[in-house]
């Protein structure tokens, strides 16, 4: 491989490595407080929920199909988790069972929209996260939902093995599972296939409308996932507590394109995305920027990054 | 005549290849100057750097004696050089004259004048000679018709030099002849006309010089008289033509398939009957509907009405996946979009059918045996390089239509039965490979398979089959064994003159 070559293929990696450079650089001058352990894991720990959203959401752009609801569904979902165990006062394990299975049910009727009546799933999915906003108010009136949750459940987002955050390792579990689906089972190469030339794959004996399902449920199950742990961890749940990933997993998908299997999304490449857009929030934050200037720099890193990979032909949309 | 557009000395290199190499061309004004060669022969790119849409490694270009430097397709179109590219670039829903004045539509400021615009497009085509409803959207004319839409707005800009890619591939006769007629007109106005075909017929009748290219250099060029049918056959391919000896079967095997008056919206009744042991050909022009009806056997279309029978019993195809299981698979035509997963690479190519067979119940991947077997195909079929983590688009045509039959091999070493269909299955790919191809074909055929080809090189289509059927606007005009027929008698039947 030469420089050439290995510039395209991992300059958003090393993207990624200049832009914690020049924090750790930023922050030297000043108190020094990024480049410590105690920040390292609190950037992981921030990024950890919107990692396994994102990692869900990869494979539905690998299978070719865009999921704009996973933000409005992860609130969903976590409105509805922490009203099944205050208000219903169910079992924590049941809540997050029903939770998780609303996730699926989205996924499954998203999916059912798109191949049974080949609606686009980026209309579908706008349509679908709308949906899920009125069940949202509908159930919780638009009000937060406070109350005692379990401590076991309270653990997954606040709790810690030694020094590490759960919440780092059942991401890093995730991430693993979902990568080694993707590259190592048949439906998951069925899945990449399909969002490669969904014509070829069909040639090729493959029923693609299956694996786009799949795809989509799967995404809709990684938003449900995040939006149960995002509860977790603040203790409470708020209606739209968790819109904010719909852009970001985006985000971080698309960064994710432009590096290691350039094109397609892939799971490590999506890592990376989530991994830029933590370390800027972070990183910003801490070097006392104003607030507003994160959502604008997301926005420019997501265009440039995108940007580049599309001038190299590598990505195409639509 | 004076030479109007004079290249010299064009070479252009591709990653791994040489496009063209040192190539002289000339043009002269008021002629028709065919430029011939099998596909990737280096014609395309040659028009590419005439129309400024790729620069050329070295050469110059003169226009009427002035050396000119084209940087890109408005640089040419300033120049007076346009194209009318085999594709339409059309917007669906405008109206004919809009889409003749896209882009040059007289404005008062930001208000379009829609009179004017009216006025000015009919003024062209009365220049023109050409008659059309300058009202009706271009999404409710014909083939023909669209194509004029684009060949009138190339005219506005009053060019030197228009250059025609296959601009007969969607057209129909009389849309031909029409064509013809007024591209004679042009060529009376001066205007040198740059014919890329295919089509040696209408080479004959329109062309006044021809160029042939071959694997990026001109092999010959001059005046029209100069040459016959077979001469330029035989400058286009070089070397004697890899003629394949197939010996006719009078007994075949048992039938494997038959379709019984199959109906859809591109074809009608269609009758046809496929045994174990041959290969059966389907010619037809463009547009008779070869591709539908392979296409429909698979299950990739619908059939409106009529029965597909599978060793005498009738069977519902729904989908490819179905036909799959019944024994049934295609090898498309444009392989990149139908054939290939292109951000894969040959492994992931050569095994994409077969991975219900190499995973486990749990649907695991076997690797190490799903590598064993690509690796057989690999070998079987020669693809170069032999490389299995090679992504696929960076083959080569001839390797790429090797890696989509392939597939078909990894899934089932025994052919015994089963049922192979190719869609012009040497469609771009070079000399060699395609006498590769023929050689698939053949050998499929001899371990008991039964193989439907249809390709629109009829020579090629003729050489490989044992019998054939010609369709012609969707329906099967003729069959029989091959020996019945002749090359012309077959071109007959498919344009029913």
């Known amino acids: ?318 | 005549m004076d030479a109007l557009l004079q290249l010299t000395g064009i070479s252009k290199t591709y990653p791994g290849v040489t496009a063209l190499d040192k190539v002289d061309f000339t043009l002269r004004s008021g002629e028709v100057h065919a430029l011939l060669g099998v596909n990737g022969a280096g014609k395309s790119t040659l028009v590419k750097i005439i129309c400024g849409a790729e620069p050329p490694d070295s050469g110059t270009m003169k226009l009427e004696n002035q050396i000119i430097q084209v940087n890109d397709t408005a640089d040419a179109m300033r120049h007076g050089i346009v194209v009318v590219y085999q594709e339409r670039t059309l917007i669906p829903h405008f109206t004919v004259a809009e889409n003749i004045m896209l882009g040059k539509e007289p404005a008062n400021g930001q208000l379009i004048r829609r009179r004017d615009l009216h006025e000015q497009a009919e003024r062209l085509l009365n220049r023109l000679g050409v008659e059309m409803d300058l009202n009706a959207e271009v999404i409710d004319l014909g083939a023909g018709q669209q194509q004029l839409v684009d060949i009138v707005r190339a005219l506005r800009t009053e060019p030197k030099v228009m250059v025609l890619d296959e601009p007969t591939a969607a057209l129909s006769q009389a849309e031909t002849k029409h064509l013809f007629e007024l591209l004679r007109q042009f060529k009376n106005q001066g205007i040198g006309i740059i014919f890329v075909s295919h089509r040696l017929d209408e080479v004959f009748e329109i062309s006044d010089s021809l160029t042939i290219l071959r694997d990026g250099r001109i092999v010959s060029s001059g005046p029209i008289s100069e040459y016959t049918p077979a001469r330029v056959t035989q400058d286009i391919v070089g070397h004697n033509v890899a003629k394949l000896e197939v010996e006719v079967k009078s007994t075949s095997g048992p039938v494997l398939m038959e379709t019984q008056d199959l109906c859809s919206e591109d074809f009608n009744s269609v009758n046809l009957k496929i045994a174990s042991g041959e290969v059966v050909g389907l010619a037809g022009v463009v547009g008779a509907g070869r591709t539908e009806l392979l296409e429909t056997l698979v299950g990739f279309r619908r059939a409106d009405s009529g029965k597909i029978m599978l060793k005498g019993k009738h069977v519902q195809i729904n989908s490819p996946e179905h036909a799959i299981r019944h024994g049934i698979v295609l090898v498309p035509d444009k392989r990149i979009e139908k054939g290939l997963l292109n951000r894969m690479n040959v492994l992931e190519n050569l095994t994409v059918s077969s991975l219900q067979r190499y995973s486990n119940g749990m649907g695991w991947l076997q690797r190490k045996k799903l590598h064993d077997v690509a690796t057989r195909t690999m070998d079987q079929l020669r693809i170069m390089p032999p490389s299995l983590t090679t992504s696929v688009q960076s083959l080569s045509g001839g390797n790429k239509q090797k890696v989509v039959f392939g597939k078909w091999l990894t899934w089932s070493e025994d052919v015994n039965g089963l049922i192979f269909m190719f869609d012009e299955p040497t469609e771009g790919v070079d000399v060699g490979a395609r006498a590769d191809m023929w050689v698939i074909i053949r050998n499929l055929a001899a371990q008991g398979a039964a193989v439907l080809v249809t390709s629109s090189d009829l020579d090629e289509l003729m050489d490989i089959s044992d019998r054939l059927y010609v369709m012609r606007r969707g329906k099967i005009v003729s069959e029989g064994v091959r020996r019945n027929y002749t090359h012309d008698s077959v071109l007959q039947l498919m344009m029913g003159g």
Do not use: H
């Open chain 1, 1 to 318: 491989m030469n420089v050439g070559n290995f510039i395209n293929r991992f300059g958003t990696v090393l993207a990624l490595i200049i832009i914690f450079a020049l924090f750790a650089i930023i922050s030297a001058f000043q108190e020094g407080r990024f480049l410590t352990s105690q920040n390292l894991i609190n950037i992981l720990r921030q990024v950890a929920t919107l990692a396994i959203v994102a990692t869900g959401l990869t494979v539905a752009v690998a299978a070719g199909e865009f999921d704009l609801s996973v933000g409005q569904v992860a609130s969903l979902t976590g409105i509805l988790m922490a009203g099944f165990i205050v208000r219903q006062e169910l079992p924590w394990g049941v809540s997050l069972i029903g939770a998780l299975g609303v996730g699926l049910l989205f996924g499954l009727v998203t999916g059912s929209l798109v191949t049974r009546f080949k609606i686009p799933s980026l209309i579908t999915t706008l349509g679908m996260g709308l949906i899920a906003v009125g069940i949202n108010y509908a159930y919780a009136r638009g009000d937060s939902i406070y109350g005692r949750l379990p401590d076991e459940y309270t653990f997954i987002g606040t709790g810690t093995v030694g020094p590490i955050p759960f919440v780092v390792i059942l991401a890093i579990i995730v991430i693993a599972i979902v990568y080694v689906f993707l590259n190592y089972t048949r439906v998951g190469r069925y899945i990449l296939a399909t969002g490669g030339n969904p014509t070829a794959t069909r040639l090729s004996g493959i029923n693609i409308n299956k694996y786009r399902m799949i795809a989509l449920m799967i995404s809709g199950f990684g938003a449900a996932l995040g939006g149960c742990i995002l509860v977790s961890y603040l203790g409470s749940a708020q209606p739209s507590g968790a819109d904010n990933y719909t852009m970001d997993s985006l985000a971080a998908v698309f960064i994710g394109m432009t590096t290691i299997r350039r094109g397609q999304a892939n799971i490590l490449g999506t890592i990376v995305g989530v991994l830029i857009l933590g370390i800027i929030n972070n990183g910003l934050n801490l070097v006392g920027a104003p607030f507003f200037l994160q959502t604008i720099v997301k926005g420019s890193v997501l265009i440039l990054a995108v940007s580049l990979a599309v001038r190299r032909e590598e990505i195409r949309f639509f």
